[in-house]
């Protein structure tokens, strides 16, 4: 069974810098996807980031493309999204996802606060 762990979030002004970290612990396969979403209140779970774990290849919301990076370290079983250029749009609790074989496993999320 894999356990997700998100860290990293904070309250930060407005063209600030964030990392958020997932830790996951348990087999991942290396088909599972990696994604990270966001949901700010009154809103629907939205999709940010994926990162497949055994590869390079990432996909990107048009809201963030260009100021998000998603990337990953197989070694530390963690994944990372690092955001510049942070918005007030962009606050939301942010959650880390493995997709993959019989596998849909969430974290429990990390707050992120952007002032005007």
């Known amino acids: 069974q894999v356990q997700l762990v998100e860290s990293g979030g904070g309250l930060v002004q407005a063209g600030a810098s964030l990392r958020l970290s997932c830790a996951a612990s348990?087999?991942?396969?290396?088909?599972?996807?990696m994604a990270w979403f966001r949901q700010s209140p009154g809103k629907e779970r939205e999709y940010v980031a994926a990162?497949?774990?055994?590869?390079?290849?990432?996909s990107y919301a048009s809201s963030v493309k260009g100021r998000f990076t998603i990337s990953k370290d197989n070694s530390k079983n963690t994944v990372y999204l690092q955001m510049n250029s942070l918005k007030p749009d962009d606050a939301a609790v942010y959650y880390c996802?493995?997709?993959?074989?019989?596998?849909?496993?969430w974290g429990q999320g990390t707050l992120v606060t952007v002032s005007s």
């Open positions: 990162i497949i774990w055994s590869g390079s290849s990432t």
């Open positions: 996802n493995a997709n993959g074989y019989a596998l849909d496993a």
């Open positions: 348990g087999r991942i396969l290396s088909t599972t996807a």
